[in-house]
């Protein structure tokens, strides 16, 4: 039954999976470890008490035995006449009285004695209906008694020698071999009550196991503190990535709205106006100067419009950066500034050879800012720049937009417009940071950096 237990514990927590989307709860992480500990500690306190008890016995039969071999060589054989071995009346009961008065002592443990001969005669017992009864040796008590060994064992009462042990109930008996006084070998036995040897496993137990279920209920309480603090923090992760998903969701989503509307109002447009142009210009047959207006009117439209496409290629697949490197893309960057009217100076010298996780987060970070540059700053010009040193990489880029305020920004995130809030997470993820300087009429100053290492 107590191995079953951890086994059906096991059973439990395996069949109780959490829901993915099931709140952790710390209080609820911290029972679960505590849970868990307690079962722990119940184990090894049963652990604890079958070693300690195990002990104990072993130290109960060896002091036994012990003692048996004291009485054997003290007691014993300096008594073991001639006269004793051939059964001489006047001689056993000298012998019987050296025995009654030194070894089985009233209020003692060991309750009976018996010597026996090689050939399974009992010379004498504590029992007379024993003496002069003839039973077979076990080998082991062969060997004891031929190498003057010493050995024990439960005795086993199904026995007919052992017929009048069975009134004291379970018994330890340890035999030795000795020798009389003119050199026969002799075994001596002797039988001691069993509960001797369990008060002795449980005494063990007993002064083992407060220090040491002591040990592990304190190691239990010293934890729960930590384990409160893992679940706290394990929670508090969780939360964060739930918080940068939600960012990353909404970012896609207002990527693919914003892509879409420019496709709409640009591109389509564009493509739609110059289809109802070509159509005009087809029914109303024109002459041939306003063929090659209308021609190079439409090759006019079709760059534009390839241009813009090309910038939304840019947004939807970045450059490989792998490939060609963050200034090649950050040039892309930067045509598409132009494009929009807005000059641009770029330095990225400090940009080459980058690391590739710290080159693509850099190119995001450029892609999210020069979008809002051309979208809401109104800026003539503007300046990007890469400086980078043994230890972090900076992209830099400044334009002289009309900026805007604090105010401003939490009304965008609040609209749904989360691309600066996401690069800073992505970049404080990271181990870098995100500045943005700005005031009203005063143009922006963006800075991110990034470790190298």
Wanted: no cysteine; net charge negative.
């Amino acid at each position: 039954m107590d191995m079953l237990l951890p086994y059906s514990l096991g059973m439990w927590f395996s069949r109780r999976r959490r829901d993915p989307d099931e709140p952790l709860s710390t209080a609820g992480l911290v029972a679960r470890y505590t849970a868990a500990g307690v079962v722990v500690l119940v184990s090894l306190a049963g652990l604890l008490a079958y070693i300690a008890r195990q002990a104990g016995t072993e130290q109960a039969v060896a002091a036994a035995t012990q003692t048996t071999s004291v009485i054997a060589h003290g007691i014993v054989e300096p008594q073991l006449t001639p006269e004793v071995v051939t059964g001489d009346p006047a001689a056993l009961q000298t012998f019987n009285d050296t025995m009654r008065r030194y070894v089985l002592v009233p209020g003692s443990s060991l309750v009976r004695v018996k010597l026996w001969t090689a050939g399974g005669r009992i010379v004498y017992s504590d029992e007379p209906k024993l003496v002069g009864m003839r039973f077979a040796l076990g080998t082991s008590e062969l060997a004891a008694l031929r190498q003057r060994g010493a050995d024990s064992e439960v005795s086993d009462l199904t026995k007919l020698e052992n017929q009048y042990e069975r009134p004291f109930g379970k018994l330890l008996e340890v035999y030795i071999g000795v020798r009389s006084t003119s050199g026969q070998p002799l075994l001596f036995e002797t039988y001691y009550q069993y509960d001797a040897v369990t008060d002795a496993g449980e005494g063990a137990w007993r002064r083992f196991a407060p220090p040491s279920l002591g040990a592990l209920l304190a190691l239990e309480l010293v934890q729960i503190p930590f384990a409160w603090s893992l679940a706290r923090r394990v929670q508090r992760q969780r939360q964060e990535r739930v918080r940068l998903l939600q960012h990353a969701v909404d970012a896609s989503d207002a990527e693919r709205r914003r892509i879409a509307g420019e496709l709409h109002d640009g591109v389509v447009q564009e493509l739609t106006g110059l289809t109802y142009a070509m159509d005009a210009a087809r029914l109303g047959q024109p002459d041939e100067s306003r063929r090659a207006e209308l021609i190079s009117d439409a090759s006019t439209r079709l760059r534009s419009s390839i241009r813009a496409l090309r910038s939304l290629l840019v947004d939807i697949y970045p450059p490989n950066l792998a490939e060609e490197g963050l200034p090649s893309a950050l040039a892309e960057l930067a045509d598409g500034m132009e494009r929009s009217g807005i000059e641009v100076s770029l330095d990225a010298d400090g940009a080459e050879e980058l690391p590739l996780p710290s080159a693509a987060l850099l190119f995001r970070t450029a892609q999210e800012v020069v979008r809002n540059v051309i979208s809401h700053s109104g800026a003539r010009s503007a300046q990007i720049s890469v400086v980078q040193d043994d230890y972090k990489v900076t992209l830099v880029i400044d334009d002289d937009g009309r900026g805007f305020d604090d105010a401003e920004l939490d009304q965008r995130s609040d609209d749904g417009h989360f691309g600066l809030r996401s690069i800073g997470d992505l970049l404080a993820r990271a181990g870098g940071g995100l500045s943005v300087r700005a005031a009203p009429g005063q143009g922006t100053r963006v800075e991110a950096e990034v470790p190298l290492r």
